[in-house]
C-alpha cells in the first residue's frame, strides 16, 4: 500500500523559511520521479517543483531561487526547502509520486494528503 506523509507545514511570516518533508512507502521510491504541488481555495492544484530519478529539478518560476526541492532515496524521502516565503506562497502542499501521462498529460499516480503553509505579512 503506497503511503505518502507530508509534514513541515505552518505559519510564518513573509521572509521566514520552512522545510515540507514527505515520507514515502509501499513502492520504489528511488524509480519515480517525484513532486510538489500546491492550491488555494477555488484553484486548481499548481505545479510548484519537480525531481527527476537522476535528480534533475524543475521549478515554476514565481519560486525559482527561493525554493529548493531534494530527495534521499535511501530514506525514502522527499524534500521541499523553502527560504524568502511571501504572502502569495500559502496553500496546501502535496506531494506526488510516479509520473503518468494520462490523457495527452502529466499526472501522478500517488498524492500525499497535503500540508497547510500560511505566510503572514
Known amino acids: 500500500q503506497v503511503q505518502l506523509v507530508e509534514s513541515g507545514g505552518g505559519s510564518v511570516q513573509e521572509g521566514g523559511s520552512l522545510k515540507l518533508s514527505c515520507a514515502a512507502s509501499?513502492?520504489?521510491?528511488?524509480?519515480?520521479?517525484m513532486a510538489w504541488y500546491r492550491q488555494t481555495p477555488g484553484k486548481e492544484r499548481d505545479l510548484v517543483s519537480i525531481i527527476s530519478t537522476e535528480g534533475t529539478t524543475t521549478y515554476r518560476d514565481s519560486v525559482k531561487g527561493r525554493f529548493t526541492i531534494s530527495r534521499d532515496n535511501a530514506k525514502n524521502t522527499l524534500y521541499l526547502q523553502m527560504n524568502s516565503l511571501k504572502n502569495e506562497d500559502t496553500a496546501v502542499y502535496f506531494c506526488a509520486a510516479c509520473a503518468v501521462l494520462r490523457g495527452g498529460e502529466i499526472d501522478y499516480n500517488h498524492w500525499g494528503q497535503g500540508t497547510q503553509v500560511t505566510v503572514s505579512s
Open positions: 509501499g513502492y520504489a521510491f528511488s524509480s519515480c520521479r
